[in-house]
């Protein structure tokens, strides 16, 4: 069909449609931070996927080693706030030691701790390096993490001084996500090869859920390929989230383990408030003790549910392209849920395992005065980094992810202090602190109640 047969209007549409879509892929080839992502987040575009790496015994050449760090620090200085100026010296200076001291064959793991090395210099704790190769996971450790135990020391080496010999490794706001960076590693046999530990005579020391210690000693043939690792996990880990409701001690309880923001939560939390409101529950308990991962977004839900008609939010920066796009704090107005208003007492659960979008959404909470925090301070400070974008390298098809904003905390007079709750208790106490203090208060208002019958009566 020629064009002089196509109605005019249709070629109008059909132009504009194609310009439209020209302009958006030239937007995202100039300012998007998702550019080359393997994951790119809705409302912006990638061509790139995940692809998995040749297995972790392959042997590189000088060059592609080479290539691979330099991609890596292509995108730090494309895609991270703190380099819109280009990477700092220490980053360039790093890089080029790196590439010096490579022989005409590299290896998996010397690459790895390469990047992993350039990778820390950002001195953001969400910017890091991860392998792609199939990997062979340590199942009964696995099992006893998700069964609440912790890790003290692997071949007598503590924890903290495994992490003080590997620091170069790791960038970390507090020791409790530098603690939670290493032992991520201890999973997989490339873990623990990463951090040059032989697998082969290999010891765990960990704490028990009841505080008891156990040894536990592991040789290669305790690692699994992931096929058959995933079968063998006894113990999932904990749900994203859960709630109850305590009818008889006036309290419904939110535990947010993971961050996850999406339409099940939205309804988890409608379904949470209703209730709540229903029957008359008097207090809140958002448990965010183990929150780290995922979005901060899940406090936003949560806050559309109590009666405060504005918030404060924090400022931050996002990186587009060559530009630094900032923004001011700000006060917001709340669109409320009014049918289900809780004008009750809201109790926060923090930790020191409380870290990245848990320590956000736990900053919304306590810098806008919403709830009584109670617990250690949490394990990363409020201003800092986030919404990676991830990429691969060509060559080892190294994954690193990269921050694209940078936060600021919303009470600035505290910008470089950790978030700290109202009253400090052991980790273990603070569900019971919380319920503690909701007895106190019950008690109060009954014995308020009492007071003004009784007065009402000798009227």
Known sequence: MSLKRI???????????VLCLALYIVFNMIFSPYWDSVYAPMGYFSLASMRQAEPADTIYTKKQACDDLD???????????YYIDGVSDDINTLLQNKKDSFGEEVSTYELWRSAAEIASKADDPETLVMPSFAQNYLVDYINKLNSGYTPVSVNKV???????DNSQYFSFDSETKGLSLITALFQSREGYTFLNIDTENLSVEYISPNGTTILQTYSDKDFYPYEEAVNMIEVQPAEPYTSIIEDEKNYGLITINTCEYDSDYKKFVYEFFGEVTSKGIENVIIDLSNASTGSSQVADEIIMYLPQDTINTPGGKLRMGPYLMKWDGETQRINHYDDMLFDGQVYLVISEKTSSSGTIAAEMFIDNGLAISIGTPCGSIPQCCGDVAVFQTPNAALSFQVSTKCFDRIDQSKSELPLEPDFICDSEETLDKAKEFILKLDYQKSQTRKRADLLRSTL
């Open 7 to 17: 109605p005019k209007p249709v070629i109008i549409v059909l132009s504009a449609i």
């Open 71 to 81: 991609y890596l620090v292509k995108f730090l200085g494309r895609v991270h706030p």
């Open 158 to 164: 503590k924890i903290t001084q495994m992490l003080q």
